[in-house]
């Protein structure tokens, strides 16, 4: 679907912050800028289908380059 461009690393750091974010989300629950912890939603949706449209558009890839 589409071209994989997140590493090994990458991919690690992005689903741990993303996991992290949105469980700032449950954990504050009484905070008026609660609603800001849900940009996790997007590192663990980069993270999990190893694609990165903004990696996409400035021509990066972290994942390691396949022999053969």
């Excluded at 449950?26 to 694609?51: C, D, K, M």
Aim: hydrophobic share 50%; net charge positive; proline share 4%.
């Amino acid at each position: 679907m589409f071209k994989t461009n997140v590493g090994g690393l990458d991919r690690a750091l992005r689903i741990v912050v993303g996991l992290a974010l949105l469980a700032g989300f449950f954990l504050n629950a009484e905070a008026s800028y609660r609603w800001l912890y849900l940009i996790g939603l997007v590192p663990l949706a980069t993270g999990l289908l190893q694609t990165c449209p903004l990696y996409t558009l400035l021509g990066l890839n972290t994942c390691p380059m396949k022999k053969g």
